[in-house]
């Protein structure tokens, strides 16, 4: 039996976040990175690599996590 290693893809949140507001770590399966441009807000990072980010598109946000 294969054992699942769930610290890999843990992703701590910072207090504050407009999207995780009720606890202080998430578990992604299989992170990606994410390259982004000035007009978004980098959301969470893990180290210096962005894992998720949002930005305004007309009337609506855009969300975007960097998963497989």
Same mark, same amino acid.
Request: aromatic fraction near 20%; avoid cysteine.
């Given at each position: 039996m294969k054992r699942i290693q769930f610290e890999t893809?843990?992703?701590?949140i910072n207090n504050g976040n407009e999207i995780f507001m009720s606890g202080p770590k998430i578990h992604i399966k299989e992170i990606s990175t994410i390259e982004v441009k000035s007009t978004t807000n980098t959301l969470v990072k893990k180290e210096n690599d962005i894992i998720i980010a949002t930005a305004k598109y007309?009337? +609506?946000?855009?969300?975007?996590? +960097?998963?497989?």
């Open positions: 893809g843990a992703v701590f007309s009337k +609506g946000k855009v969300f975007a996590i +960097g998963d497989f």
